[in-house]
């Protein structure tokens, strides 16, 4: 991919989630773990990143790298390609932004103090078993449980710091807000649906006199847990004696709203007392009837105490949603790219190159060859490859990508970029070549094909871009006759084993 696209992808697709994972990179290094990638990540080392008088280097930026990877992964199942050099300024991004924040939390540390006692409470209340604890530890490669209550005491810190920061903002958060949290609903329902068990649809006059002779019953003294077993349509609840088990009234609103349930569903329920039954209530999956169990609001200390955490969650969660909030932190990340002072080579590169200053990224790639960490990084080299094009130096842009590992150069971004020389400098037949005898080499890669699609229709080479076209479409055909004759023998199978039943 070429500096322009790459251009293109960090402001069009990249740029918004930049902020969006601030958050998960001050809070995150306690609750999230970093699962396998789709791209190797090379073990880092050496100073990625200076601001003021800190430094990120080795195993901290690694672990911005692995950010940027996972989010890469997630973008790629979503269809989109993030190329290597967005990734590790995505990274370098993560680290600008969490020193800034640390910085901005070092300036009232004073009221961030944090206890080992809430630490461990914390650990404990995320990790209630031993093999929830171990299997985090495992993930993070966590050796001991001190180490656990540490990330515990950053994470507290940091919830500490937007709490402060809201009140300064005067965030507001209403005494029915935190109520809602702390209520507790406990229900049980019965769904009368719109088909039945077999899938078969019922009519409205049908599926009413079904909920009415459910509600009968259920009001005249049956067992409510019998009739959910044997009238409700709902497979989540049916075998739980219809139970929804126990909701803050916060909680069940939000599930209600999730399903997209009427209000009206929601506005029955909060209606009950405790042990009534409401009348069936209509809506867009059948008739509802539900029964409020239980309706209980904490007293005494213990009212205090969850209605205190409750109002701290409130206010944490909706500073980070603030506008206030945001245009503050925006400020302080601009403030912090501004200032900051890149010390990796590559990552100054890419930089450079954003600015067209293609002399310049240019020398800087080339430091960071000498670097045993990126000398085994073939991207790195499509990526200088790539610059040298925009000087127009093409015996410079060969030489570069004749260092690419055998591995590296049976890629088709390397093939593209190998193309791109040739075509940049004159010679789109070679090119052409170059990248129709790389699709014959992988006559059944459909992915490979549009890639050379793609590239072809951006350079204007109709008739090539047209073959590939038609070679896509062939392979998608076969995918589909595939699926077809797999779906065939499936029933086939189904339809022998009923039969010998």
């Not at 299997?135 to 937007?162: C, H, I, P």
């Not at 009950?272 to 008739?287: N, R």
């Not at 779906?487 to 009923?498: A, D, G, I, R, W």
């Amino acid at each position: 991919m070429g500096i322009m696209s790459i251009r293109k992808v960090a402001q069009k697709i990249l740029a918004p989630v930049i902020i969006a994972l601030v958050v998960a990179l001050t809070v995150g290094m306690f609750y999230i773990g970093i699962p396998a990638f789709s791209k190797e990540v090379y073990s880092y080392r050496g100073k990625a990143v200076k601001l003021g008088n800190k430094v990120v280097k080795d195993n901290e930026f690694q672990s911005y790298l692995e950010r940027a990877y996972l989010e890469a992964s997630q973008l790629q199942q979503w269809g989109q390609d993030t190329p290597d050099a967005q990734i590790r300024d995505n990274a370098l991004k993560y680290a600008v932004y969490n020193l800034a924040f640390q910085n901005e939390m070092d300036k009232v540390k004073d009221q961030l103090k944090v206890t080992n006692k809430e630490a461990e409470e914390l650990v404990k209340k995320a990790f209630p078993t031993e093999e929830e604890l171990k299997t985090f530890m495992s993930q993070r490669g966590l050796n001991s449980k001190k180490e656990v209550v540490k990330l515990a005491k950053n994470d507290l810190r940091y919830t500490k710091f937007v709490q402060l920061k809201g009140k300064e903002l005067k965030v507001k958060v209403s005494k029915d807000e935190v109520l809602e949290q702390i209520e507790q609903l406990t229900l049980s329902q019965i769904v009368v649906g719109l088909y039945d068990s077999e899938d078969k649809p019922r009519n409205d006059a049908e599926v009413l006199a079904r909920a009415n002779e459910v509600y009968t019953k259920a009001t005249s003294g049956s067992d409510f847990a019998e009739l959910a077993k044997q009238y409700s349509d709902d497979t989540s609840t049916k075998e739980k004696n219809g139970s929804l088990g126990t909701l803050s009234v916060s909680q069940f609103k939000a599930m209600m709203q999730g399903q997209n349930m009427e209000q009206k569903v929601i506005d029955t329920v909060l209606a009950l007392k405790e042990g009534e039954i409401s009348k069936p209530i209509k809506t867009s999956y059948g008739y509802y009837i539900i029964r409020l169990d239980k309706r209980e609001m904490p007293t005494g200390n213990d009212y205090k105490t969850k209605y205190k955490e409750a109002e701290e969650n409130l206010l944490y969660n909706k500073t980070l949603q603030n506008d206030d909030y945001q245009k503050w932190l925006n400020k302080v990340f601009d403030d912090a790219e501004s200032k900051m002072e890149i010390l990796d080579p590559a990552l100054r590169a890419y930089r450079l190159s954003i600015k067209e200053k293609w002399a310049e990224a240019a020398s800087a790639y080339e430091k960071a060859f000498k670097l045993k960490y990126y000398k085994k990084n073939w991207s790195l080299y499509i990526e200088t490859s790539n610059i040298y094009v925009k000087l127009k130096q093409y015996d410079q842009a060969l030489a570069v990508l004749k260092k690419v590992s055998a591995e590296g150069q049976d890629s088709i971004d390397y093939q593209i970029a190998l193309a791109t020389v040739y075509k940049e400098n004159g010679k789109p037949k070679k090119a052409e070549e170059i990248l129709t005898a790389y699709g014959n080499k992988y006559p059944n890669d459909k992915l490979i094909h549009q890639q050379l699609q793609a590239q072809f229709t951006t350079w204007d080479m109709t008739k090539a871009a047209k073959k590939e076209a038609e070679i896509v479409s062939k392979l998608e055909q076969k995918e589909q006759q595939e699926l077809e004759d797999y779906e065939k023998q499936l029933n086939s199978n189904n339809n022998t084993q009923t039969e010998s039943k």
